[in-house]
């Protein structure tokens, strides 16, 4: 099912770009001829594949995986030793064993490759269009080009350059290509709008991505580096154009956090960007049922809507939140960890609900859990036609004693990788509102939000010039300001330490972590089933497809270091 709406079908593009061999010729042929078009449904249609990889690469199996599988934060064991095996994929990913060959890994690098050529085709054509609304799409089409050029550097630590499509593209690392990416942002900016939706690149998403780019600056000029040397200049940056983000008033944190992530959010104040996963853009958003079990069904409307048993927290990660909240439970103490949607769960004799009622819980799942009761192919009714609720159990995986009892052990044992093991991650709101409920999620997924901006702002200050109380000043507004239900405690110091704690509560499963860890020194540190310590695992490999379609042109495409 192919919908359109806000970008009209591309007309004829042929795009070119280093993705890994010496030239990329990549036809998209029209949906519909462009015969009776507008000049400016012409530049929508032209600057639509800019953005159209964008789910692709949010995926639940490329960018998060990435991202999220390769720290402390996500493990993904061999489920049952049946589900999640994968050809060991995922064990290697956690335990920074990369291969030239994970698919996963390949999958990432095409869809930026192609995103990367797709934009430069935008980049040639729009400056033939007629109309007014070209001049602000092609600064979408450099700016998105730059975003995604910083991706490949973060994760591969390279970056294509090129302006003429029949042309090879160079390919740069380090310094060069940090400013490279800065200077195709800063050439962007003035002729982005700030009145677009956050699926667009706004002048205040390039001033985000111009912080984040800062903020690595001295990891990506020095990859390998056995300490990390922060300018004051970058780091003056960082609080400038979050200084301008904040100051524009066009944003404000969300009262419940939770929100953030619901179905609705293309709405929601607190996000600057993100990726648009309305159904009429084809989204398909996968977050929410990665995690969850397989015997979870949050949806009284579909029957075949549930999660897949996928990735756990660690429990190093779920430490990290009772080592600061002590003898509290931090589903008590912070609103970000957990939001009961099923009063069930305190008071077990509500086990009958309104399906229009029905929400699973979100946040951090840990323990039994409850929910919908399917039995040969229906849910179960109570007698007044509400949904029966009540303990669940492995029944979709014929382990119909085994109870869907999520535990703090997770690991790659044999009772660590059973079904029920690892608390279990519920952040993105199950989508009610599309075709299937379970693959095609209609939640934005965010990509930046003003929470990152005051803490991005927060950690400029510290790294600056230990401005500890500016820090501790900023961390305390994001966190005072979810006041929907209990609100967080406020901190009373700071610290680096603190501050990196903060934000793996702040933004879990949001696909910085890796990039945090590194920054913060952490990723060759030790953590549930990984002890690998080489930080030439920093970065992943280069595709072998990449490297061998390279491979007539000697030295082009060098694979990166310890692969």
Same mark, same amino acid.
């Given at each position: 099912?192919?919908?359109?709406?806000?970008?009209?079908?591309?007309?004829?593009?042929?795009?070119?770009?280093?993705?890994?061999?010496?030239?990329?010729?990549?036809?998209?042929?029209?949906?519909?001829?462009?015969?009776?078009?507008?000049?400016?449904?012409?530049?929508?249609?032209?600057?639509?594949?800019?953005?159209?990889?964008?789910?692709?690469?949010?995926?639940?199996?490329?960018?998060?995986? !990435?991202?999220?599988?390769?720290?402390?934060?996500?493990?993904?064991?061999?489920? /049952?030793?049946?589900?999640?095996? #994968?050809? /060991?994929?995922?064990? *290697?990913?956690?335990?920074?064993?990369?291969?030239?060959?994970?698919?996963?890994?390949?999958?990432?690098?095409?869809?930026?490759?192609?995103?990367?050529?797709?934009?430069?085709?935008?980049?040639?054509?729009?400056?033939?269009?007629?109309?007014?609304?070209?001049?602000?799409?092609? $600064?979408? $089409?450099?700016?998105?080009?730059?975003?995604? +050029?910083?991706?490949?550097?973060?994760?591969?630590?390279?970056?294509?350059?090129?302006?003429?499509?029949?042309?090879?593209?160079?390919?740069?690392?380090?310094?060069?290509?940090?400013?490279?990416?800065?200077?195709?942002?800063?050439?962007?900016?003035?002729?982005?709008?700030?009145?677009?939706?956050?699926?667009?690149?706004?002048?205040?998403?390039?001033?985000?991505?111009?912080?984040?780019?800062?903020?690595?600056?001295?990891?990506?000029?020095?990859?390998?580096?056995?300490?990390?040397?922060?300018?004051?200049?970058?780091?003056?940056?960082?609080?400038?154009?979050?200084?301008?983000?904040?100051?524009?008033?066009?944003?404000?944190?969300?009262?419940?956090?939770? *929100?953030?992530?619901?179905?609705?959010?293309?709405?929601?104040?607190?996000?600057?960007?993100?990726?648009?996963?309305?159904?009429?853009?084809?989204?398909? +958003?996968? !977050?929410?049922?990665?995690?969850?079990?397989? #015997?979870?069904? %949050?949806?009284?409307?579909?029957?075949?809507?549930?999660?897949?048993?996928?990735? $756990?927290?660690?429990?190093?990660?779920?430490?990290?939140?009772?080592?600061?909240?002590?003898?509290?439970?931090?589903?008590?103490?912070? %609103?970000?960890?957990?939001?009961?949607?099923?009063?069930?769960?305190?008071?077990?004799?509500?086990?009958?609900?309104?399906?229009?009622?029905?929400?699973?819980?979100?946040?951090?799942?840990?323990?039994?859990?409850?929910?919908?009761?399917?039995?040969?192919?229906?849910?179960?009714?109570?007698?007044? /036609?509400?949904?029966?609720?009540?303990?669940?159990?492995?029944?979709?995986?014929?382990?119909?004693?085994?109870?869907?009892?999520?535990?703090?052990?997770? #690991?790659?044992?044999?009772?660590?990788?059973?079904?029920?093991?690892?608390?279990?991650?519920?952040?993105?709101?199950?989508?009610?509102?599309?075709?299937?409920?379970?693959?095609?999620?209609?939640?934005?997924?965010?990509?930046?939000?003003?929470?990152?901006?005051?803490?991005?702002?927060?950690?400029?200050?510290?790294?600056? +010039?230990? #401005?500890?109380?500016?820090?501790?000043?900023?961390?305390?507004?994001?966190?005072?300001?979810?006041?929907?239900?209990?609100?967080?405690?406020?901190?009373?110091?700071? *610290?680096?330490?603190?501050?990196?704690?903060?934000?793996?509560?702040?933004?879990?499963?949001?696909?910085?972590?890796?990039?945090? !860890?590194?920054?913060?020194?952490?990723?060759?540190?030790?953590?549930?089933?990984?002890?690998?310590?080489?930080?030439?695992?920093?970065?992943?490999?280069?595709?072998?497809?990449?490297?061998?379609?390279?491979?007539?042109?000697?030295?082009?495409?060098?694979?990166?270091?310890?692969?």
């Amino acid at each position: 099912m192919k919908k359109n709406k806000l970008i009209l079908p591309v007309i004829i593009a042929a795009l070119a770009a280093g993705t890994g061999c010496t030239k990329l010729n990549e036809t998209i042929l029209d949906e519909t001829s462009s015969y009776g078009k507008t000049d400016k449904e012409i530049a929508e249609g032209i600057i639509a594949p800019v953005y159209a990889n964008l789910p692709s690469i949010f995926q639940h199996t490329t960018y998060l995986t !990435m991202q999220e599988i390769s720290t402390d934060e996500a493990i993904l064991p061999y489920r /049952g030793g049946t589900d999640w095996g #994968d050809n /060991g994929i995922y064990l *290697s990913m956690h335990t920074h064993n990369f291969t030239t060959t994970d698919p996963n890994i390949r999958n990432t690098w095409t869809f930026l490759t192609q995103s990367i050529s797709r934009s430069l085709t935008a980049i040639t054509t729009l400056p033939t269009t007629k109309d007014p609304s070209a001049k602000t799409f092609l $600064a979408e $089409a450099r700016g998105m080009r730059a975003y995604y +050029n910083m991706m490949l550097l973060d994760l591969f630590g390279i970056v294509f350059v090129k302006e003429d499509p029949t042309a090879l593209s160079k390919i740069v690392r380090g310094s060069e290509a940090v400013e490279y990416i800065k200077s195709e942002l800063l050439a962007a900016e003035p002729n982005l709008e700030s009145n677009v939706t956050q699926g667009r690149l706004s002048k205040e998403a390039c001033w985000g991505l111009l912080a984040r780019l800062y903020l690595n600056s001295a990891v990506y000029t020095n990859i390998y580096g056995a300490q990390f040397t922060f300018a004051a200049a970058d780091m003056d940056k960082v609080i400038e154009y979050t200084d301008k983000i904040i100051a524009s008033n066009k944003y404000q944190l969300s009262a419940e956090y939770f *929100s953030i992530f619901d179905d609705n959010n293309d709405t929601n104040k607190e996000i600057v960007f993100a990726v648009d996963q309305r159904a009429e853009l084809n989204g398909h +958003n996968r !977050m929410a049922y990665f995690s969850l079990s397989g #015997d979870q069904w %949050p949806l009284p409307d579909y029957i075949n809507a549930n999660g897949t048993d996928g990735p $756990a927290i660690t429990s190093d990660f779920y430490r990290s939140w009772v080592n600061a909240y002590g003898a509290v439970d931090p589903a008590v103490a912070d %609103p970000r960890f957990y939001k009961e949607n099923l009063s069930i769960y305190s008071n077990p004799a509500d086990s009958c609900v309104p399906a229009a009622q029905f929400k699973i819980n979100r946040g951090i799942l840990r323990g039994q859990q409850y929910g919908l009761i399917k039995r040969n192919s229906a849910f179960v009714k109570c007698a007044n /036609g509400n949904m029966k609720v009540g303990p669940l159990f492995h029944d979709s995986r014929n382990r119909g004693t085994l109870a869907v009892n999520f535990t703090e052990k997770v #690991d790659y044992t044999t009772d660590g990788s059973n079904y029920p093991s690892g608390y279990r991650v519920s952040k993105y709101e199950y989508s009610r509102k599309s075709v299937s409920g379970r693959n095609f999620g209609e939640a934005n997924i965010v990509i930046l939000r003003l929470a990152d901006v005051y803490l991005m702002r927060a950690e400029a200050k510290l790294r600056k +010039n230990n #401005d500890a109380t500016g820090a501790l000043a900023d961390v305390n507004i994001v966190r005072a300001a979810r006041t929907a239900r209990q609100v967080p405690p406020a901190l009373t110091s700071m *610290s680096l330490d603190i501050l990196f704690r903060e934000r793996g509560f702040e933004l879990y499963w949001e696909c910085l972590r890796r990039t945090d !860890m590194i920054r913060f020194g952490k990723y060759e540190g030790t953590w549930t089933e990984k002890n690998n310590t080489d930080v030439k695992k920093r970065i992943f490999p280069i595709p072998q497809t990449a490297v061998d379609a390279a491979a007539n042109i000697p030295g082009y495409m060098k694979q990166n270091d310890s692969y």
